[in-house]
């Protein structure tokens, strides 16, 4: 079945640095991922919609100079929560479609910002 | 546009009981829905999904759920809970037209088993 992996599943990071994660479709090509914010007992929150090769297109109230997004390839997309605030520690996940009208999801990144 | 309700944020069984989770939802064009289930510290996992076909719909693990458009709900069911079963439940919708790319969840339902 179709894979979504992320990496790292854990990172911690003082305030002000910026931190990278990655999303890759194992097992598929994706043009379009998503990637979800979760805060501790909430649901998810979709931030952004990540496009191969073009710009990503943000929610409403999502940073775009914050939460960087790139898909540079079919089976990569990367967010990277630029000068990371103890406010941006959160549970981020991403998702992509294989096929059809399901969305696979990754395990997630957890971040902790000190 | 989409949304989901949730009814009960916590809902706790016993081991062997009948499993009862509810969603209604609201949308302005026929809907997909969908239940994924987390795990703690774990993306979400698909349990089952409606895209239009039975209204009735069968997951993994034994659950099931039925789509109720004179009600718009879509309550996930389980005739007995296991341990196992003990996580939290999301509801999701998205649009059948457009693309359906965006899914937009309920705020979620923790189950807890006791024994």
């Known amino acids: 079945g179709a894979v979504v992996s992320q990496h790292p599943s854990w990172v911690i990071c003082k305030s002000g640095t910026s931190v990278k994660i990655e999303c890759r479709s194992l097992?598929?090509?994706?043009?379009?991922m998503f990637w979800y914010r979760q805060f501790p007992k909430q649901s998810l929150m979709l931030m952004a919609t990540?496009?191969?090769?073009?710009?990503?297109?943000?929610e409403q109230g999502v940073e775009k100079d914050k939460f960087l997004i790139n898909h540079a390839s079919l089976t990569l997309s990367t967010l990277t929560v630029t000068s990371a605030h103890p406010e941006d520690s959160s549970f981020y996940i991403c998702?992509?479609?294989?096929?059809?009208?399901?969305?696979?999801f990754g395990a997630g990144s957890r971040l902790t910002v000190l | 546009a989409q949304s989901v309700t949730q009814l009960g944020s916590h809902v706790s069984v016993s081991e062997g009981a009948l499993v009862l989770l509810r969603c209604n939802y609201s949308?302005?064009?026929?809907?997909?829905l969908f239940w994924y289930v987390q795990y703690p510290n774990q993306g979400l996992q698909l349990l089952l999904k409606?895209?239009?076909?039975?209204?009735l719909v069968k997951g993994i693990n034994g659950f099931e759920a039925e789509f109720k458009k004179s009600e718009t709900s879509f309550h996930l069911t389980k005739p007995s809970a296991h341990m196992s079963d003990a996580a939290e439940y999301f509801c999701?919708?998205?649009?059948?037209?457009?693309?359906?790319?965006?899914?937009?969840f309920g705020t979620g339902t923790q189950l807890k088993v006791e024994l």
């Open positions: 999701a919708v998205s649009a059948s037209t457009g693309g359906g790319n965006k899914l937009t």
């Open positions: 990540s496009n191969e090769g073009s710009k990503a297109t943000y």
């Open positions: 998702s992509a479609r294989a096929g059809g009208y399901v969305l696979t």
């Open positions: 409606y895209t239009s076909a039975a209204t």
């Open positions: 097992d598929f090509q994706a043009t379009t």
């Open positions: 949308s302005s064009v026929p809907p997909y």
